[in-house]
Each structure stands twice: as structure tokens, then as C-alpha cells.
């Protein structure tokens, strides 16, 4: 059998935690910031674990992560 491909955007934008759940960035944090209040901004900069619906996606897409 032939290895198995990971999806390198994918391996770039996540990481595993010690728990072995994945670690995202939240999204709409590049541009247009200015009509955005600083407190949506602020918490937009935390990161946050992806949802248990999407986890099945992932785990196909980085296979070694």
C-alpha cells in the first residue's frame, strides 16, 4: 500500500493537542477590521478546538497529524 497524502493546507492551519483533539484559529481576522469592535477582535485572536461534527473530515485529511 502506498502512504497516505496529507492535505498540507490543512497541516498548516491545525494542530493536535496533548488530548488529541484539533486546534484551529478563528476565522474573519485579516481585513476590513475597522467596523469591528475591539472586543470582537480580542476574542477572535483565541484559538479554539474544531467541532465533533467536522472531526471525522479532518482525521481523513491529516492522516499523521
Known amino acids: 500500500m502506498p502512504k497516505m497524502k496529507t492535505s ?3 497541516a498548516k492551519r491545525f494542530k493536535k493537542t496533548g488530548t488529541g483533539q484539533l486546534k484551529r484559529n478563528k476565522a474573519y481576522k485579516s ?3 475597522t ?3 475591539t ?3 480580542r476574542n477572535l485572536r483565541k ?3 474544531v467541532d465533533e461534527s467536522n472531526v471525522k473530515n479532518m482525521k ?3 492522516p499523521y497529524l
Open 60 to 62: 481523513k485529511i491529516l
Open 47 to 49: 484559538s479554539t478546538l
Open 35 to 37: 467596523k469591528m469592535t
Open 31 to 33: 481585513h476590513i477590521l
Open 39 to 41: 472586543k470582537r477582535k
Open 8 to 10: 498540507r493546507s490543512a
